[in-house]
């Protein structure tokens, strides 16, 4: 199988820029290439077999059906993290990464039933019965909570995966997916440690186009999962429904059978005659 991306690709995005080379980390050395003018340049061959390697994992992830959290709060990254997750359906924090999200989840999930509350408050009437101001004051906290929560209300149970865009930025949610054994998958820049995450995918973390790029194409791979999800689910639906349809082939067949059965014993016992003894067959 081909590559998702390639060298010529990851340059023209600005992939391979790193940070100044009295910022990095040392643990980014075996994905640094070289130095220039006081930035480290990173290896993009590596980079292009550590896309490969999340890429495939996370596709995995969305077949079985489980969810991929999507973390970016950096403000060049966080719209072009929302514009390509919404189109498939994940979950994405893009504000403030409310503390206590994955490790207290349970609270995080009240606060999404405050929500709907609000919700069911402005559609039954409520709203019609209390003041402007506690109006206002309820909007206001509906409005706060869509900022922290919109993208997350639909998430029921824990995220299997997290992909981050700057861990540096992002520790605490790494951070917290580490303590629940929950796998990482994140871009890393030199000034990062890579061994924070799980699967980690040395690229510049500040572009705007090396984050789209990335970004672009580990939801892709997931938009593939999803697909051959649905396309397994179908199948098996399908096998499901010819089976059963067997099965009454089958059971009117030995219904038929047995319907011809009693005939033909009908059929012998009226030949012999009521009382009547089959005949000995004579030497």
């Known amino acids: 199988m081909s590559s998702r991306t390639n060298f010529?690709?990851?340059?023209?995005?600005?992939?391979?820029?790193?940070?100044?080379?009295r910022k990095w980390n040392p643990a980014m050395a075996p994905y640094i290439f070289t130095e220039k003018n006081g930035i480290h340049i990173i290896d993009l061959n590596k980079t292009v077999a550590k896309i490969d390697e999340a890429a495939d994992a996370l596709k995995q992830i969305a077949k079985s059906g489980k969810k991929v959290l999507f973390v970016a709060t950096k403000k060049q990254a966080k719209d072009i993290v929302a514009d390509k997750v919404k189109a498939i359906g994940m979950p994405y924090v893009t504000e403030r990464w409310p503390g206590g999200m994955l490790t207290n989840f349970a609270t995080i999930r009240k606060a999404v039933k405050k929500m709907a509350t609000i919700d069911k408050m402005s559609t039954d009437g409520t709203f019609d019965n209390i003041s402007k101001k506690e109006k206002l004051?309820?909007?206001r906290?509906?409005?706060?909570?869509?900022?922290?929560l919109g993208s997350i209300v639909?998430?029921?149970?824990?995220?299997?995966?997290?992909?981050i865009?700057?861990?540096?930025?992002?520790?605490?949610?790494?951070?917290?997916?580490?303590?629940l054994?929950?796998?990482?998958?994140?871009?890393?820049?030199?000034?990062?440690?890579?061994?924070?995450?799980?699967?980690a995918i040395p690229a510049n973390d500040d572009a705007s186009t090396s984050i789209a790029l990335i970004t672009g194409i580990i939801t892709k791979a997931?938009?593939?999962?999803?697909?051959?999800r649905k396309v397994d689910k179908e199948s098996a639906a399908a096998e499901e429904k010819e089976g059963g349809k067997t099965s009454r082939d089958e059971a009117e067949k030995l219904v038929v059978g047995t319907k011809f059965k009693s005939s033909d014993d009908g059929a012998a016992k009226a030949t012999a005659g009521p009382g009547k003894k089959p005949r000995r067959k004579v030497n």
């Open 137 to 139: 004051q309820i909007s």
């Open 222 to 228: 997931i938009e593939e999962g999803l697909a051959e």
């Open 141 to 148: 906290e509906r409005a706060k909570l869509e900022t922290n």
């Open 181 to 199: 054994n929950i796998p990482t998958f994140a871009i890393v820049d030199t000034n990062s440690d890579p061994n924070a995450v799980d699967f």
């Open 8 to 21: 010529t690709e990851l340059l023209e995005a600005g992939s391979h820029f790193g940070h100044l080379k």
């Open 165 to 179: 865009v700057d861990i540096s930025k992002e520790h605490i949610a790494v951070a917290e997916a580490k303590r």
């Open 154 to 163: 639909d998430l029921s149970r824990l995220p299997a995966a997290l992909f």
